[in-house]
């Protein structure tokens, strides 16, 4: 009787281990629990100069961008693509936005706003169709392509910010980095791309045929799927994730950057896809999983900030954090662990705190 | 000539793979001085015994004399020590390096740090003068037809063998077989004479050279004596002059007694309107020119050996390849494929592929994913199927086509080999084609499911559709088809309209002799 009971309990534990945004979720619970020794008031959430105020908030509130970027960066990753250019796509945007407000006479005037918006994010979406026709039409390998706009972008933007910090002191748009409704902005916009995103992708085929080109291009094109098309439509709205993500940066510092504007963003994205549960390798995505993964990494930026990390530790001890998440992640690296469990000699350090985590089936790759 | 001992002799060999035997008891010799041709179709053996040979493969049971002592080649290295020598189609070699440092590459003559590339240049001059190439040794690999790159391949592996057995290496020896798989796969006429040259003069110093290809006509006109493998195992050895090519043919294919079921009559007469004519069509080094009609409920076979062709001019007519000369006609109105395959699933044509696995399946996504794959493409990413629509679709083909396990919701890339083919198949079906081109779709699956995909092509024929169908056996083929098409070197050589007379010695014939003469 108790071993049948207990192979259920086994059946359903591996069940619930086998669900694809298990593992991400377990990991970021725990970095915010990690939090509360160090931070006793961490789950605390207070009204301050009429917003909302806390680590929690902050973590929202500095996760808008990795979380946009990432969201983009998840359909190119899963046609089996790269998009390196996100950074520069950012730092277009802020600049192209901050350019048309400081030029205008009335700064809060609200058409000039929207004006800015609306020839940054062109400016944004200008810079995907580059990038999807080297990508789809020109044959370039995604990485090379993307290469070309990551520098070529930060100059584009440098000239468009004439190499100097571009202030602004418009109100209405300051609103885009700061708070709506006691709430921080970037939480609107990103669940509403979020949502958008899910519906894009799940509602119509888009998400399949994204699957299909990335699982095996050839086949598609035998199925006449027109991998062209699709590869261009995930390139244009990577880069317009990553133009909204240049505006939210830009008003929130009150001026664009050309230098310093979404700096190593590329990687952050890149990192939050493949803890979310895509692959590399294309084929399948997870959205739910990079919102996670995105998380993850800004509740680790802030954890060493309040636990009190030395500063000139942290770029080491993220790291050596990433290494351990993705190590936890590999399939290959998981079953070693376990073997080496299974032979009575416990591994050392850290590692065996870990060790019962190992038997995850989080995809990372096939 | 090759009266001596043989150099070579593999008795008994055996190899398994999980769930297949590739190599079943067979029995292998070779002799100096000869040309030795190894033929049989896909899934005989050839490169599984080829692989033993070269130490790739270790052989499961079995015995292999070299020079009369037993030998275990462990390895490819182990291999060419032994003095057995391999080059391949893809030739494996630098293409960004010179002829001499190719030659040399891995033994670069030196003296103290400096690489002696002069007198490297000079041997490397030499030796290619011996083989009665006249090339510059010191212009880039790449820069030469394919054709000398293989030469230089076979003089590389074979001065190699020199090099070792001056003694450099106290267990080299020279060159004893020399292993050519499919060399001439992409040359042209003028490149395989200028090969041929070089293997003759290889064979007249003693070399023992075992030459795949699938070109019948080369096997007559260069080997001396040939082994047939047919699914694993030997099924003949035979001096080139005693065994003519219909012989050949049917030691290569056999005739594989079945247990399908009996396939009702269908009406051979009943074809209607013409659904595609091709007039002229052909790709260059592909395939020939040829003209095809096909009729609303016809089936029409393709025969021929591996590689002539069958698999290229089914592309064709799926704009999965260009053609670069001739004219498609669909019902009557001209019709371009320059789109691609795209533009001929909106024509209502449908194509299963060869390689299921890399053209065909996404491995990753489900059953019912890969199903509504292509009419979801066709209908474009805004307009998705219904969902009902999709459930009703899929559990209905599953159900039909019998796919198992009949869950819409596993990945494909775990259903077996039969399963993975009628997924395919339903994904066609539900696109309601008016054509319907298969290439070797029974192939690797097991019987039942074989039978259970010919009844369907029958079904389909009956309801209108018109098929192009292709198979290596000829059983199949004639008891599908209204017409067989039959296939050689690349070109179109015959249509014969099948009926009580026509039979697979027929085909056989047909096939062996090109044309009906």
């Known amino acids: ?366 | 000539m090759a009266q001596d001992a043989p150099v070579l002799t593999m008795t008994g060999i055996s190899k398994d793979f999980p769930a297949v035997r590739a190599l079943d008891e067979v029995d292998f010799r070779l002799f100096p001085g000869e040309i030795h041709a190894l033929l049989g179709e896909n899934g005989a053996g050839k490169s599984t015994l080829i692989k033993v040979l070269t130490g790739v493969y270790e052989l499961d049971r079995g015995e292999v004399e070299l020079d009369g002592a037993s030998v275990r080649i462990s390895n490819p290295h182990h291999a060419q020590q032994l003095g057995i020598s391999t080059v391949y189609q893809e030739v494996n070699l630098c293409p960004n390096l010179t002829v001499a440092e190719n030659i040399f590459l891995g033994r670069e003559q030196v003296s103290g740090p400096l690489i002696r590339s002069r007198r490297m240049r000079h041997q490397a001059a030499e030796l290619v003068a011996a083989f009665g190439l006249n090339i510059d040794v010191s212009a880039q690999l790449g820069s030469f037809p394919l054709a000398i790159q293989q030469l230089v391949a076979i003089v590389r592996a074979v001065d190699l063998n020199r090099a070792n057995a001056d003694g450099r290496s106290r267990t080299g020896v020279g060159t004893k077989v020399l292993i050519l798989d499919e060399p001439t796969s992409s040359l042209d006429r003028d490149e395989v004479d200028i090969l041929f040259g070089v293997m003759r003069r290889l064979r007249d110093a003693g070399v023992a050279i075992l030459f795949v290809s699938h070109f019948l006509d080369q096997i007559y006109e260069i080997c001396d004596r040939m082994t047939v493998l047919r699914n694993g195992k030997l099924v003949g050895e035979h001096m080139v002059a005693d065994l003519d090519r219909v012989g050949l043919v049917r030691l290569m294919l056999g005739r594989e007694l079945q247990e399908l079921e009996k396939l009702e009559e269908h009406d051979l007469a009943g074809t209607g309107t013409t659904v595609l004519r091709a007039n002229g069509l052909g790709r260059k080094r592909s395939i020939a020119p040829f003209d095809l009609e096909i009729g609303a409920g016809e089936v029409v076979g393709l025969a021929g050996l591996l590689g002539s062709g069958r698999t290229e001019l089914a592309r064709l007519l799926f704009g999965a390849d260009q053609a670069d000369s001739g004219k498609l006609e669909l019902r009557g109105e001209p019709a371009s494929l320059r789109r691609g395959p795209e533009a001929a699933i909106a024509r209502g044509i449908a194509f299963c592929p060869e390689n299921r696995k890399e053209e065909g399946l996404i491995p990753e996504l489900t059953v019912r994913e890969n199903i509504i794959l292509a009419m979801q493409a066709a209908r474009g990413w805004a307009r998705p199927i219904p969902r009902d629509r999709v459930d009703q679709l899929v559990n209905k083909y599953i159900a039909a086509l019998d796919i198992r396990p009949a869950d819409p919701e596993v990945m494909a890339g775990s259903l077996s080999g039969g399963n993975q083919q009628k997924v395919l198949l339903a994904r066609w079906i539900i696109t309601s084609p008016t054509l319907l081109v298969m290439d070797e779709p029974t192939r690797g699956i097991d019987v039942g499911a074989k039978a259970e995909i010919q009844k369907l092509v029958v079904s389909l024929a009956g309801d209108g559709v018109a098929v192009l169908y292709i198979s290596a056996e000829l059983d199949e083929v004639l008891r599908l088809s209204h017409t067989v098409g039959v296939l050689r070197d690349r070109t179109l050589v015959a249509r014969l309209t099948n009926g009580p007379d026509l039979t697979v010695d027929q085909i056989m014939q047909t096939i062996a002799r090109g044309g009906q003469s």
């Open chain 1, 1 to 366: 009787m108790t071993s049948t009971l207990a192979d259920i309990r086994a059946r359903d534990w591996r069940a619930l281990t086998r669900r694809q945004l298990f593992w991400p979720t377990v990991i970021l619970v725990a970095l915010l629990v990690f939090n509360l020794p160090f931070t006793p008031n961490f789950f605390n959430i207070g009204l301050r100069n009429g917003h909302l105020f806390g680590s929690l908030i902050s973590i929202l509130y500095f996760g808008t961008v990795p979380i946009l970027v990432a969201l983009g960066m998840t359909l190119v990753i899963a046609t089996k693509g790269i998009d390196l250019s996100v950074g520069a796509v950012m730092a277009i945007s802020g600049a192209v936005a901050c350019r048309v407000i400081s030029d205008a006479t009335d700064q809060n005037s609200m058409s000039v706003v929207f004006t800015a918006m609306a020839l940054a994010l062109l400016a944004a979406v200008a810079a995907g169709l580059f990038n999807g026709f080297m990508v789809a039409v020109a044959g370039v390998q995604p990485i090379i392509a993307t290469l070309i706009l990551l520098v070529a972008g930060r100059g584009v933007a440098q000239l468009i910010t004439k190499g100097f910090i571009l202030t602004e002191l418009s109100q209405p748009y300051a609103v885009i980095g700061g708070y709506a409704f006691t709430v921080p902005t970037g939480v609107f916009i990103v669940v509403g791309f979020v949502a958008f995103t899910a519906l894009l992708t799940r509602r119509t085929a888009l998400g399949l045929l994204i699957e299909s080109v990335g699982g095996n291009a050839e086949a598609s094109r035998l199925a006449g799927v027109r991998s062209r098309r699709i590869k261009m439509m995930v390139y244009v709205f990577c880069a317009l994730c990553a133009g909204v993500a240049g505006l939210w940066n830009s008003s929130s510092l009150g001026g664009a950057d050309a230098n310093n504007a979404g700096l190593w963003i590329e990687l952050d994205a890149i990192l939050a896809v493949v803890i979310g549960g895509t692959p590399l390798t294309g084929g399948r995505f997870s959205i739910g999983g990079t919102v996670i993964g995105a998380l993850i990494l800004q509740t680790l930026k802030t954890t060493i900030f309040t636990i009190g990390i030395p500063a000139q530790a942290n770029m080491v001890f993220e790291a050596a954090v990433v290494i351990i998440i993705c190590l936890l992640q590999s399939p290959a690296f998981r079953a070693r662990v376990v073997a080496l469990g299974r032979r009575g000699r416990p591994s050392p350090g850290p590692q065996e705190s870990v060790e019962p985590a190992a038997p995850a089936t989080v995809e990372v790759a096939p």
